[in-house]
């Protein structure tokens, strides 16, 4: 029952957050609905018994995306009173794709959560994976090269940000 | 397992309370005096000019792109931690376990070391033409 409850909140948390986003005139007020959207997507992975993924979803996604969003419109000449219909047409569009491309397994799947004793067993996933990141035959080294990939990933996204433009002000 | 989340809940719960019930409190005792200066958003201070919305300097993004890789790490690093001592006491693969969790850490902290000596960390630096990267004169 408080799962059901707890989904139909993080539902309308979702949905109300991005439709906020959707249909709101200042484009810094959707980015920051994007927060309730991003924050509902962790608690359904919550009720899917995935914590690993709601942290990383609350960390990364909440945190850090939706700063590098708001950076981003910081960097953007202001843009107030902007056409809503543009982005509802697209939001319709995209909205559609997903349907007609999930049509298929969403008329297959099982809507009333039948794995819900396959839910219920796991007492959380972030001990497996920390366990698997130890294991030399397993997720050792992609762990290693994760890091890798990660510092690369920084000094690239840097430097492209380093090359100086043309400034106007200050 | 779901019991797990009631302290994240509580601690939600725990953060939004603050913010109402200080809100409520400060909307309950404080006088309300509404002259234009004390409407401004810097009540003794400069006077405000245009819009605080204009184009902010690259540098907040840099910074921001610096945050994510390092909130990438953490996300990694979180599972890890989650077991180390376990691993720890279970001997046989206890220093893997260590120096794995070193070894990424001290990679990544050489992308902080990069950022640092490029100064890119470094807020006041002057834009003179001439002037190698990083080898800026603080202002």
New interface residues.
């Given amino acids: 029952m408080g799962e059901v409850l707890a989904f139909w909140f993080f539902a309308a948390l979702t949905i109300g957050c991005a439709l906020l986003a959707l249909l709101h005139r200042n484009v810094v007020n959707s980015a920051f609905a994007l927060l309730g959207t991003l924050l509902g997507l962790a608690g359904f992975y919550v009720l899917l018994a995935a914590d690993f993924l709601a942290m990383t979803q609350v960390l990364i996604y909440a945190g850090g995306i939706l700063v590098l969003i708001l950076f981003g419109l910081m960097l953007t000449p202001p843009v107030t009173n902007e056409r809503r219909f543009g982005r509802i047409l697209v939001a319709v569009a995209v909205v559609g794709l997903g349907a007609v491309a999930f049509w298929e397994k969403a008329r297959g799947a099982v809507w009333h959560a039948a794995a819900r004793e396959e839910l219920a067993a796991p007492a959380g996933t972030v001990r497996e994976i920390g366990l698997e990141f130890l294991r030399r035959d397993s997720w050792l080294l992609p762990f290693e090269l994760a890091s890798v990939v990660l510092l690369a990933g920084l000094v690239g996204a840097v430097y492209i940000a380093r090359r100086r433009f043309p400034r106007e002000d200050v | ?2 019991f ?2 009631a302290n994240v809940l509580v601690f939600l719960l725990a953060g939004m309370a603050f913010v109402v019930i200080n809100l409520v409190l400060g909307a309950l005792i404080r006088p309300t005096r509404r002259d234009r200066a004390g409407l401004e958003p810097y009540e003794c201070g400069e006077d405000v000019i245009g ?1 605080a ?4 300097d ?1 540098r ?3 910074v ?6 390092f ?6 690093l ?7 001592k376990e ?1 720890l006491r279970a001997e046989d ?1 206890g220093g ?2 260590l120096l ?1 969790g070193l ?3 001290a ?2 902290l ?2 902080l070391a ?2 640092w000596v ?1 100064g ?1 960390l470094s807020w006041v630096r002057s ?1 003179r033409r001439g002037t190698p ?1 990083g080898h800026d004169k603080e202002v």
């Avoid at chain 2, 921001?64 to 890789?69: E, F, G, N, R, T």
């Fill in positions: 397992m779901y797990d989340y819009s919305w204009f184009r902010f690259i907040y993004y840099t921001a792109m610096v945050y994510l890789v909130a990438v790490e953490v996300a990694f979180f599972p890890w931690a989650r077991v180390l691993a693969i893997v376990a794995e070894l990424f850490i990679i990544l050489l992308g990069y950022v490029k890119d834009f990267r």
